[in-house]
């Protein structure tokens, strides 16, 4: 299908003008200088990114301005302002203080996404320490590798996660103390086990902030584990600087926007753009502790009167599974735009929320690697549906060929991007070797596969892992899943290539279906007749099978990797992240 290009609405027009008016202006004098400018720095030198997001607007007139509008899985709500929150902060960093963190060390937090999660977060920050965050779903295995890799001193979990994996801790030396947060569940303290009441309650709620360089370590996030084992990739304090300007470029954040970022710290899009864009912006952002569900999710934007929402495919997905009446029977006037991250988004997803929401999805790219977005469809540009959009400027990213030769416009090669900005990450922990390999031909190496097209557009092929050859053809999944949800039937895709003796890879489909719809053979035919027609015999499915529903990571994302284990009987590899 050929799907039109949306420009929407005109620029002048738009409720909040849109910051980045001139794209081609902008990016032609782009100064990197000119946003740390913008920032305040710690007073006697430094940076320091919680000083950006909390400290400064604390101590000036956003000051009693909300920060956080916090609703709980039980419908609890609080909300801090920006005085209250670096106040709550300061607490936390004087506790952790008190149990000896200091400078460089790393401090986890296995916690739900309740307030003591981002108390414990600035607190960290504050002292110049590293945070590390995990998801709370992770079983005893994921978490206990991943600290054990970071070599972290404290972790600050809940009485209820801490009992599902306690089993780790003769395993963990350097782990000193475990605070538990009782907000829900009381505990007892002893053995290494403090309470965050006794810890952080009794603290003084004054703490200046630690002056750390901007390269000092600052967050450390583990990736996805989409292709393989996760890997540590740690950030710095500089990296502020990238979130800040894509919270102000990208997300188009303002002083009335009411923001929600539906991510969990556990992945990065749920610090850089959940905690760093839009604090360090001032702007007041929603945090929901509870899951995904279609009426909840748009009661939620009814009730906060939402504007900015930045959510993922998978979510989409699962909104147009669950109909387009839903959220006619809801308020969604507030919202003025919306984006998504983490997957490719289907141009079917697109053009649906543009007809239903009346807003169009703006996908936008980057990686936990990347540290910020790097490539978008900005406010002010036409969207091309299935595209990622176009370069942030001051990013330089290119698609080039084995060698590192740039590719013409239309190619599909290697999506690389120059290395050096602000919030690139520094290392993947303890794999120097591994960090040092994404790096050649003075190109940081991404890992997935692209083409740009003649207007600079950048359009997602693949990851390198997953891209398919059949026949000396290659295809990219997503083209290929694209197509199958098109499909009224069909909710999700996942497409692999199966090793066949003849074409070398065959492209086999995974299937989930809508409510309502047989998986028969009768569908079957009629998908692969579709595919057909639409893609060609080459590109089409060879196989489809029916599933009632495909692995993901915990962040949403599909794996592949594992589709194709399973097919092939093969080991299924590092599954820490795999969602229940
Ligand atoms: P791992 O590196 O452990 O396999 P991961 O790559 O999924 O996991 P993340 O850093 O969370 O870990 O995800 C970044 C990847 O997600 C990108 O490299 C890309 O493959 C995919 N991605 C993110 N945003 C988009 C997008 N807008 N369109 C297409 N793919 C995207
Ligand atoms: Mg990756």
């Known amino acids: 299908m050929e799907y039109v290009p949306i420009t929407k609405p005109p620029v002048d027009q738009m409720p909040v003008l849109p910051n980045l008016r001139d794209y081609g202006e902008t990016r032609r004098h782009w100064s990197w200088d000119t946003v740390r400018n913008e920032l305040d720095g710690v007073p006697g030198g430094g940076l320091n990114k919680a000083y950006e997001c909390l400290d400064r607007h604390a101590k000036g007139d956003r000051r009693d301005k909300p920060a956080m509008l916090w609703e709980g899985k039980n419908g609890e ?6 005085a209250e929150f670096a106040r709550e902060a300061n607490k936390a960093a004087n506790g952790l203080s008190s149990l000896g963190v200091e400078k460089g060390d790393r401090v986890f937090m296995f916690l739900e996404r309740i307030p003591e999660c981002y108390f414990t977060a600035f607190g960290t920050l504050k002292l110049g320490a590293v945070i590390g965050p995990l998801f709370s779903a992770f079983g005893p295995d994921a978490v206990k590798d991943r600290l054990a890799d970071s070599g972290a001193k404290v972790l600050v979990t809940t009485p209820e996660l801490w009992s599902r994996v306690k089993e780790i801790r003769s395993d963990l030396p350097g782990l000193e103390h475990i605070v538990l947060v009782t907000r829900r569940q009381q505990a007892e303290p002893g053995d290494g086990i403090v309470l965050w009441d006794e810890v952080v309650g009794s603290q003084s709620d004054d703490f200046e902030t630690v002056s750390t360089d901007p390269e000092n370590y600052s967050v450390m996030h583990y990736t996805s584990g989409t292709t393989g084992k996760p890997k540590g990739a740690a950030h710095v304090h500089n990296a502020i600087i990238g979130q800040y300007a894509t919270g102000k470029y990208v997300l188009d954040l303002h002083d009335e926007d009411v923001y929600w970022c539906t991510a969990d710290p556990g992945w990065v899009t749920g610090t850089s753009y959940g905690m760093f864009a839009p604090w360090s912006n001032g702007a007041t952002s929603l945090v929901y502790e509870g899951g995904f569900g279609a009426n909840t999710w748009y009661s939620l934007i009814e009730k906060y009167k939402v504007t900015v929402w930045y959510t993922a495919p998978t979510a989409i997905r699962m909104l147009m599974k669950a109909g387009d009446d839903i959220p006619k029977k809801h308020d969604l006037s507030s919202l003025r735009y919306t984006m998504s991250v983490g997957e490719p988004l289907n141009p079917e997803a697109v053009v649906w929320s543009e007809r239903v929401l009346g807003l169009p999805f703006h996908d936008n790219w980057w990686q936990t690697e990347t540290g910020c977005i790097l490539i978008a469809n900005y406010p002010a540009l036409e969207i091309r549906p299935g595209s990622m959009g176009r370069p942030f400027p001051g990013i330089e990213p290119g698609i080039i060929d084995e060698d590192g030769k ?6 599909e090669g290697n999506l690389a991007v120059r290395p050096g900005w602000p919030s690139m990450f520094r290392t993947y922990w303890n794999n120097k070797p591994l960090y040092d390999s994404r790096f050649q031909n003075g190109w940081y ?10 207007d600079g557009y950048f359009w997602f092929v693949g990851r390198a892992d997953d891209v398919i050859n059949t026949a000396g053809h290659l295809v990219g999944p997503f083209e290929v899943e694209s197509v199958l949800i098109e499909h009224p039937a069909v909710a999700e895709a996942g497409v692999i290539g199966k090793p066949d003796p003849v074409a ?13 719809y047989e998986a028969d053979e009768k569908l079957r035919r009629e998908l692969i007749r579709f595919s057909r027609d639409r893609l060609g015999a080459m590109i089409a499915p060879r196989e489809i099978e029916f599933v009632p529903g495909l692995p993901k990571t915990r962040s949403g994302k599909i794996m592949r990797r594992l589709l194709k284990a399973r097919e092939l009987g093969l080991p299924e590899g590092d599954t820490s992240t795999l969602e229940d």
């Open 77 to 82: 709500r609080e909300t801090y302002t920006f």
């Open 406 to 411: 740039l590719m013409p416009p239309g190619e």
């Open 445 to 454: 190496i991404t890992g997935d596969r692209a083409r740009m097209d003649a």
């Open 504 to 516: 070398m890879e065959v492209v086999k489909a995974f299937v989930a279906l809508k409510d309502g």
